[in-house]
């Protein structure tokens, strides 16, 4: 059976799909890339609200969660933040920073795709939307099934991410090609996500719907200093996010609703100089008046005085405040993760080149990978990486 033959065949047209190909296509590689989506770079356009926070200016290795978490190094080093922020800068795309060295699009999302497709033309790259691939067999030349027809080519980089935002066509299917490949797959689940609580909980924060503050957020050893979202299903917000990375079932996560000051002292300071006044209102000299009281009704001090109420009370106010021990009931799931941990699991990849080990001509990167980052521009860079070296190897 004859079929379409390329040197490069790029299984999804995302940030690391688009990456890889175009840097294949410049070194004089014949590329073919296949997505399901109707247009390419669709979790481009709609990312960090549609400005697409590209990189971050910290993004080490230090930065990404891995079984491996070695792994990342090489591809990080290989292909570093400031190559993507110069390509940006040749493009003439105007951007911004934003807090912890995040990078943003000052106009659309769509500049960063028309950025990415203007590369893979110049590496004379063709691409195919709206094409469904199956199944890819062989062991070098491969072929690649697909509802378009079948192609075959001497390397295969795998693109397709994981499962987050399944509106958007995610699937599964690095995951299940990888284990038809006698490859493993490490425990995936739902990062950068919401989390969710139990009734008595929810009650308490649903009512603060809409309220956000700078907090310290911590599990275990792992906290992250950020802004908490108070929302009608649980807590959200960037320090949240990062955390949900970190958490696994049955744990706590403490929250630190006003870092830097000791609540308790602050509290006791205010009896002595101001006994008549009701705790609802002196803690609102630190808090949202609607967080405050929400907070003081949750330790049973309403309508309290200060003069009216124990030390030891203000004491455990206080801990509430600087240490908000709440036990999530679980993630809102990859229905809002903005990435999937956990994936292929590095042990079968080459990190110099994503190739996989098992299988020469064989490639995964990007999302697929057993690698995620940090909120804030992270992910984007792990494609940019992941994809310029498989393009750099095949």
């Not at 990888?178 to 924060?205: C, N, Q, S, W, Y």
């Not at 009701?278 to 929400?294: D, Q």
């Not at 801990?319 to 799931?333: H, Q, S, Y």
């Amino acid at each position: 059976m004859s079929y379409e033959t390329y040197d490069v065949i790029v299984i999804g047209a995302g940030a690391a799909g688009l990456m890889a190909a175009a840097t294949a296509g410049q070194r004089g590689r014949r590329v073919l890339v296949l997505d399901h989506n109707e247009k390419p770079g669709v979790k481009i356009l709609i990312s960090g609200g549609g400005r697409c926070n590209f990189t971050n200016r910290q993004a080490t290795a230090d930065r990404y969660v891995s079984a491996n978490p070695h792994f990342a190094k090489s591809a990080l080093k290989r292909y570093t933040q400031t190559d993507f922020i110069e390509m940006v800068t040749r493009y003439r795309i105007a951007f911004h920073e934003r807090e912890l060295g995040q990078l943003f699009c000052d106009e659309t999302s769509a500049h960063i795709v028309n950025m990415l497709m203007a590369e893979c033309g110049a590496g004379s790259v063709d691409i195919k939307c709206g094409v469904k691939v199956e199944d890819v067999s062989g062991d070098g030349p491969y072929v690649v099934m697909s509802d378009a027809g079948d192609f075959s080519a001497r390397a295969v980089i795998v693109a397709t991410g994981g499962l987050s935002i399944p509106k958007m066509g995610a699937t599964a299917f690095a995951h299940h090609l990888a284990k038809r490949h006698g490859m493993g797959i490490t425990e995936v689940r739902p990062a950068l996500v919401p989390l969710t609580f139990t009734a008595d909980d929810l009650a308490f924060m649903s009512r603060l719907t809409g309220i956000a503050v700078d907090a310290v957020v911590s599990c275990g050893k792992t906290k992250f200093a950020e802004a908490v979202l108070f929302t009608h299903r649980g807590l959200s917000g960037p320090a949240i996010l990062q955390i949900s990375s970190f958490w696994r079932e049955g744990q706590e996560i403490v929250v630190n609703l006003k870092p830097g000051t000791d609540v308790t002292a602050f509290l006791i300071d205010r009896k002595a100089s101001r006994p008549r006044a009701e705790a609802k209102t002196v803690l609102a000299e630190l808090l949202p008046a609607r967080l405050a009281e929400g907070l003081v009704e949750r330790a049973d001090l309403l309508e309290w005085k200060l003069a009216d109420t124990t030390n030891k009370a203000l004491g455990e106010l206080g801990r509430m405040v600087n240490a908000l021990t709440v036990k999530p009931a679980g993630t809102e799931g990859f229905r809002t993760a903005e990435v999937t941990l956990g994936g292929v699991d590095t042990q079968f990849l080459s990190s110099k080149t994503m190739e996989a080990k098992p299988r020469p001509g064989l490639y995964f990167i990007g999302e697929a990978v057993d690698v995620t980052g940090w909120l804030g521009g992270y992910n984007f860079q792990w494609a940019w990486s992941s994809g310029w070296v498989a393009g750099q190897s095949v």
